[in-house]
């Protein structure tokens, strides 16, 4: 996904974000997201994730390591996760967790309300 203001404006800003979900094995699902993930992005991230985190998934892996920025309409979008987890009896945790998703998760406290692993090969093992 890409914003563009209308160029209109006189400043163009782009914002890019991606995700895409892969199935690793019958119910373990792994959310790749990439780009910035802000207040023009989160809309996409919300549907993604809404997408992966729901029944018949019982373990959903979502890999930030390609995040680029996340601001706290992105640290909405993982709180959301985490209570759709919850909700679903779905176990949860982000992957690859580098400084512009760390940073914020910081600052706010929410770090140690996640399961954090830094590669999806440790999260399986250990899930």
Do not use: K, W, Y
Request: glycine share 8%; with cysteine; proline share 6%.
């Amino acid at each position: 996904m890409t914003s563009n203001p209308d160029p209109r404006d006189g400043d163009m800003i782009r914002t890019t974000f991606d995700a895409v979900t892969d199935q690793l094995e019958p119910g373990v699902l792994l959310v790749r997201m990439s780009g910035e993930i802000d207040i023009a992005t989160t809309d996409f991230a919300a549907e993604s994730i809404r997408a992966a985190v729901a029944p018949p998934a019982r373990v959903v892996l979502i890999d930030v390591s390609a995040v680029t920025f996340c601001s706290s309409a992105g640290l909405g979008n993982l709180v959301e996760a985490r209570n759709l987890a919850g909700r679903h009896n779905i176990t949860l945790a982000l992957v690859g967790v580098g400084r512009p998703v760390d940073r914020p998760l910081s600052v706010t406290g929410l770090g140690g309300q996640f399961r954090i692993f830094a590669t999806v090969a440790e999260a399986l093992r250990e899930l």
